[in-house]
């Protein structure tokens, strides 16, 4: 393990976190696992912010802003907008 200016890790901690580095990275399995976890986390954070970006145009179509306004703002169309705020009841 190497940090940026190019130095060797010290300490004992920092050696066996690079141990069980060294180690995880020769074993395919666990590297599977982890690009597995990986990919899935990836997923869970994507479907947040579009959970969010949901949230916040359904929000400006209570306030009662403009379908127009929103669509630019969400950086979305305006038919996007016009149809979920019409499965919300809102339009």
């Keep these: 393990m190497r940090y940026v200016d ?9 050696q ?7 180690r995880v990275k020769q074993h395919d399995e666990t590297r599977r696992e982890y690009m597995t976890l990986a990919m899935e986390l990836k997923r869970m954070f ?3 912010a579009k959970d969010k970006e949901t949230m916040m145009i359904l929000e400006m179509l209570r306030e009662g802003i403009s379908k ?8 979305v169309s ?6 979920l705020g019409k499965m919300n009841h809102l339009l």
């Design 78 to 83: 305006v038919e996007y907008v016009v149809e």
């Design 46 to 48: 994507s479907e947040g």
């Design 16 to 22: 066996e976190v690079d141990k069980e580095v060294r």
């Design 6 to 14: 190019g130095k060797a890790a010290e300490g004992v901690f920092v």
């Design 68 to 75: 127009e306004t929103i669509a630019k703002c969400a950086r």
